[in-house]
């Protein structure tokens, strides 16, 4: 077990993991075959670990990515971003208006972005889901196993996994679709 003081953020990547700490810089540890854990040096204000690189976000809003850039996911677009989320090979950025941008591989059309505006954006493995100011989710991207099929309740997160995703209704509770083979979009009752 790595500990580490002083943390305001953490994100977990598949074999990484990458921390914010409260003077804006970087640390990161796990595996680092692609450099995915070796941060830029300076201050960011937001770090999502994808499953083989990791992108910030600069106090400009401007995104910068490290790691593996096989499909273009460490290449971030131009312009500025309130929040980034790192999936397998792709990443989304949320502009400051609303709109999703989205870089890297596109094989399940998962860098094509829903129209529309988005309150927060989670990144799955090959798809992305965004929680709209109505508190609905949209997704898009693979579909295999239904994870970008939402419900049409109202929620107040959304998090996309690796073929499922999860949000949080108003009430508190969680509601899952997508994959179930280990029981992953199955919350328990008492929750």
């Given at each position: ?47 999502s670990a994808g499953l083989d690189y990791t992108c910030g976000l600069r106090s400009d809003g401007t995104a910068v990515c490290w790691g593996n850039n096989v499909a273009g996911q460490a290449s971030p ?115």
């Amino acid at each position: 077990m790595v500990e580490c003081t002083l943390l305001a953020t953490i994100s977990a990547g598949a074999y990484h993991t990458c921390a914010l700490r409260f003077d804006g810089t970087a640390a990161c540890w796990g595996d680092n075959t692609h450099g995915q854990a070796s941060p830029l040096p300076g201050a960011f204000t937001q770090l999502s670990a994808g499953l083989d690189y990791t992108c910030g976000l600069r106090s400009d809003g401007t995104a910068v990515c490290w790691g593996n850039n096989v499909a273009g996911q460490a290449s971030p677009l131009p312009g500025a971003f309130i929040q980034l989320s790192a999936g397998g090979f792709s990443c989304c950025g949320l502009r400051a208006d609303g709109t999703a941008a989205c870089w890297g591989d596109n094989t399940h059309g998962q860098a094509n972005p829903l129209p529309g505006t988005f309150i927060q954006l989670s990144a799955g493995d090959y798809h992305f889901c965004g929680l709209r100011s109505d508190g609905t989710a949209a997704c898009w991207g693979d579909n295999i196993a239904g994870q970008s099929s939402p419900p049409s309740d109202p929620f107040t997160q959304v998090s996309a996994g690796g073929k499922h995703t999860c949000s949080l209704r108003n009430d508190g509770s969680a509601v899952c679709w997508g994959a179930n083979g280990s029981g992953q979009s199955a919350p328990p009752t008492d929750t």
